[in-house]
């Protein structure tokens, strides 16, 4: 039996999406005892929504008030304690697991494998290397604990319907208080969520302004789409930064990409690789993103653009 | 006993600087899989690491630091990066002499016993090395070292003992606050680094770089993940090009994406 401790992200009593992601992950670990740990103030909903993923076995709920807002030098001990008798302990490849995991896997002595694609076995995965122009077959030694991201661009949601118990477990660590939230600004809109959402519509620096991205709202409000941005366009101030698709932003996997004003370098690339289609507005022939759309249209955005939405 | 201001009285931030392939080289996979193809191929520091350097100039110049102490794991060949930051305006730098390349825990393990000898107010590190990606060794130096974190930095505000700090986060911005000695690790928009002036360049050879062989840190650095090989990515097909908006759109309603 492997057992896989998985870290519940959240927040707002909500469960992220990329928890059902790293089940999904998890129940391929060759026989697999999957459990979700959910550290919370209260947290009876998010361990709720939790026990309800297939594959989940137990959900471990740890209620402190200290764990909200989620400070991962506050989690991170609690999570070592709990990872006691697991071989894996998983979180998601999102801002909260890139902060936390690592800090776990210092405190256990393990290594961790970042943004695990694929698991070929109990002692193999894969993973992307240099903004993902490689692929690495890694390969830890057996009967090792180990502690892992789950890249959650390659993994569909396990679904829905299997109620497991939900234990409270009192966790006793000394939690550190030299580390204190202050606030956090999260622009609140009706869009889809980047990371989920089906349909992408990304400007890049070609867009020129912060009042010229209109032009992406107006498109993604039309096909109820998520917004996204290129580097240069967040640089620029165009976008929020938490819109930054790429190697250093987030990865995503929708059904339909718009990349618009966006050159394609590799770092741009790495975020869209497992978008299902690509579409490309590009007044420049050569731009590299024409290598990897699926439908190229060469012109200038600001005509183009309320062309395609005209026709919808 | 924890030096609040450094062995010496020093408010040192110690920077790391790690040896990569330049982010602007399109990187291969070689055709044994053992590897990249690294011969004849530019290497430049970390982009996030030169943003790391930068904001600690900065701080240094606002009057929170004394000295920024740029430190490299690596080759011998990255005494050509700390060159350049030395260039830039660190003070001094040490490298680590390895051939072998070392994973985060290993790295954070030679971060720690540096952090020990030098006692800094900050170790400032990239978010992650755009080699491996792993995005891990800032945060599993503050574990060992038992000192708190503050990943994706956007902003670093320093007062008295406290950094507050401004994280770039899924959900939008971050603030938090933590107790020094602590470890940042930074994003894209923290700064732009400044560029490298040529009298500077001759300055920097002057200031002091010491070289440590790893074996003399007592440090394990044991490797205990196996590459077992090196794939490219599997590619895209390249698609068609449309000639106007119509035609995307009735291609797009044909595969009823849209
Ligand atoms: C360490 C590191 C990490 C990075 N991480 C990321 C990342 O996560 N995500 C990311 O996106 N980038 C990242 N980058 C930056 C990346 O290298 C590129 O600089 C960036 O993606 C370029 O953005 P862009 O395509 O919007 O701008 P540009 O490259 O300037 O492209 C603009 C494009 O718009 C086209 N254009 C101009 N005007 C019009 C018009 N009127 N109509 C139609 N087309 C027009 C031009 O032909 C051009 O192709 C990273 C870089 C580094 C060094
Ligand atoms: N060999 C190294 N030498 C100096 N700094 C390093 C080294 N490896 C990693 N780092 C630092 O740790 C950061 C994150 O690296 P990583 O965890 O490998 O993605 C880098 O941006 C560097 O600041």
Known sequence: MNRVLIVAEHADGKLNAAVAKCVACATTIPDAEIRVAVLAADGTDVAAAAAGIQGVSRVLLVKNPANEPALAAVLAPQVAKLSDGAAFVLGPSTTFGKDLMPRVAALVGAPQLSDVMAVESATRFRRPVYAANAIATVEVPAGRQVVATVRVASYQAAPGGGPAPIETVAVDVELPATTRFVSVSAARSDRPDLQTARRVISGGRALGSAENFKVIQSLADRLGAAIGASRAAVDAGYAPNELQVGQTGKIIAPELYFAIGISGAIQHLTGIKDARTIVAVNKDAEAPIFEVADYGLVGDLFTLVPEIEKLL | ?258
């Open chain 2, 1 to 258: 006993m924890r030096h609040k201001h450094g062995v010496d009285g020093m408010r040192r931030i110690l920077v790391g600087i790690k040896r990569v392939i330049d982010f602007n080289v399109r990187v291969r996979v070689r055709p044994d899989g053992s590897g990249v193809v690294t011969e004849g191929v530019k290497m430049s520091a970390n982009p996030f690491d030169s943003i790391a350097l930068e904001e600690a100039l900065r701080l240094r110049e606002r009057g929170e630091a004394d000295e920024v102490v740029a430190v490299s794991i690596g080759p011998n060949e990255s005494q050509q990066q700390l060159r350049d930051a030395l260039a830039m305006g660190a003070d001094r730098a040490i490298l680590v002499k390895s051939d072998a390349g070392l994973e985060p825990p290993a790295v954070a393990r030679v971060l720690l016993e540096l952090a020990r000898r030098e006692s800094p107010r900050l170790v400032l590190l990239g978010k992650q090395a755009i080699d491996d990606d792993c995005n891990q060794t800032g945060q599993m130096l503050a574990a060992l070292w038992d000192r708190p974190q503050a990943t994706f930095a956007s902003k670093i505000e320093i007062k008295g003992d406290v950094a507050r700090v401004t994280r770039e986060v899924d959900a939008g911005l971050e603030t938090i606050e933590v107790d020094l000695p602590a470890v940042c690790t930074t994003d894209l928009r923290l700064n732009e680094p400044r560029y490298i002036k040529l009298p500077d360049i001759m300055k920097a050879k002057k200031k002091p770089l010491d070289v440590v062989e790893l074996s003399s840190l007592g440090v394990d650095a044991a490797p205990l993940v196996k590459v077992v090989k090196f794939e490219p990515p599997p590619q895209r097909q390249k698609g068609v090009i449309v000639k106007d908006a119509a035609e995307l759109v009735a291609a797009l309603k044909q595969k009823g994406l849209v």
